[in-house]
DNA sequence: CCAAAAGTGTTGGAAATACACCCATGC
DNA sequence: GCATGGGTGTATTTCCAACACTTTTGG
């Protein structure tokens, strides 16, 4: 008869993996919601596009192993990011066997260092127009966007793709953009006016139109204060 | 200047890690929810409770490591089983690093091969009644539990916990169990019949009760006409 | 005959949706 | 003065929550 799992953890004697994180950049810009991808130079699957991804080193935590590929690739530190999924298929690189952990970020692309960005021949491309990716890579971005449609939804998280001060206008393309389809303007604002964590400033933006549209902030504080979140 | 990523992969010489999947076994037996556990009888943490892991070998999918801990365990097959969390903080294991990818199984506690599980001195708890678990164990609990709260209010999978036929008050204390909250009995059935994939059956359970329960069952067919579902 | 669980509809309030016009401004 | 995008309220429908009595039958 076997021994009981717990007592086979003969530690030192398994297997070990390459474990690499994966993350999906977001960014918003000009009502376009946009996923940073790096261009592969070398076979296989070269001339197709990738996550921007890293391994994770044995003595630094998963998360920890996310945001520092984060902040490699872009500069940035304090970025909102979550974990999505495990892909584990030992497949999956036709390479080596890599399990990755997915990570998705939402960056403010007015932050982030764009010299960076290009030195590692990063680009933005809009979410319903990416280029060829490799491996599974696809399969994550499917995965991380359902996830974003549900989050947005339920937690002010869109706001970390919007600057300090934005207007509705935007902050609703924000939401088109994201859920892929068209919302109704006075019914959206009713429900952010009924959750009311959001304060008018004095200012207006009139960068895009004419008569200029009030500029808002979304206060953590209010939020706090009933943690409801519902659009 | 550091090169792009991508090109670092010098695969090789990447740090490996030792990947482990953990199960969440849910079963629902008379009323309650409950947990799957084995005992640990060694240090460090002994005497204090563990999900049912295994490590992951190199030629092996992720998901199929998860299916195989479950299959060793318990020798049930064909069994609903998801991905829920990976787990990577570098010292959540104090005796070596071992990454941890959670995955939630919903079995048929009727089914379940009871000599093996004994063997492995295993045990049900009820989930509001755990022992003391090692690591972090009860946070990959927690994790499971949010998820499964949304996951059967959202999709038909609840039935996995239930035999074939079942009553409509069996399912309701499913329901109660899982999401931990008293159900309005006539709310509750009038939504399941408002989505129309449950079967009457001409019999009657008369096991709970003087008067008898009709028995139903899931039509996956119907279903998938409409593919709604919410509690 | 009575205790215990199964079964069954209606109503009121809340939330979501649909929908159309005026306003301010730059050109 | 007109084209462009910003801002606002109401009526309808749909969904959800609250709620109480009758039925069956084993003991």
Not at 46 to 53: A, C, E, N, T
Not at 161 to 177: D, M, V
């Amino acid at each position: 008869m076997q021994k009981p799992f717990q007592i086979n953890r003969a530690y030192k004697e398994v297997q070990q993996i390459t474990v690499a994180v994966d993350c999906l950049i977001f960014g918003f810009n000009q009502g376009n919601l946009e996923l940073l991808l790096v261009h592969r130079g070398f076979e296989p699957e070269r001339d197709k596009w990738s996550l921007i991804g890293g391994f994770v080193v044995n003595d630094e935590d998963l998360d920890d192993a996310a945001y520092r590929v984060l902040r490699e690739l872009t500069g940035l530190e304090d970025v909102y990011m979550e974990q999505v999924h495990a892909f584990g298929k030992a497949d999956r690189d036709p390479y080596e066997r890599v399990i990755s952990v997915t990570y998705s970020a939402l960056v403010l692309k007015e932050n982030y260092d764009d010299e960076l960005v290009r030195s590692y021949k990063a680009q933005w491309f809009p979410i319903d127009a990416l280029p060829q990716l490799i491996f599974d890579h696809e399969e994550m971005v499917e995965a991380a966007m359902r996830r974003l449609r549900r989050r947005v939804k339920t937690g002010p998280v869109g706001f970390n793709l919007l600057p300090e001060k934005f207007t509705l206008p935007q902050l609703q393309r924000l939401y088109e953009a994201i859920l892929g389809e068209k919302i109704d303007k006075r019914n959206f604002r009713k429900k952010l006016s009924a959750m009311n964590f959001l304060i008018r400033l004095d200012e207006k933006d009139k960068s895009e139109s004419k008569k200029g549209a009030f500029l808002y902030r979304f206060d953590e504080e209010k939020y706090n204060d009933v943690k409801h979140f519902s659009i």
